[in-house]
């Protein structure tokens, strides 16, 4: 049987200072997973806008590979 997983995000997205926080990630190891891919953004309203993480996704990313 497959197991079920649950995980509870307290927020649906979170800033790049905030989740560096979290993660204890530096800023760099951020910006190369960024680049490639692995961290799901929340569409930019432009250029200069923040960067937020949806922090759903990410779960779910995270929950995947360590089963």
Same mark, same amino acid.
């Given at each position: 049987?497959?197991? %079920?997983?649950q995980i509870a995000v307290d927020? !649906? $997205?979170? %800033?790049?200072?905030?989740f560096l926080r979290r993660t204890?990630? %530096?800023s760099a190891s $951020?910006?190369?997973a960024l680049a490639k891919g692995d961290? !799901?953004?929340l569409p930019k309203e432009g250029s200069r806008s923040s960067v937020l993480v949806n922090m759903v996704k990410f779960a779910q990313?995270?929950?995947?590979? %360590?089963v």
């Open positions: 049987t497959m197991a %079920s997983i927020a !649906p $997205f979170c %800033s790049k200072k905030e204890g990630w %530096s $951020f910006d190369r961290i !799901p953004i990313k995270m929950a995947e590979q %360590s």
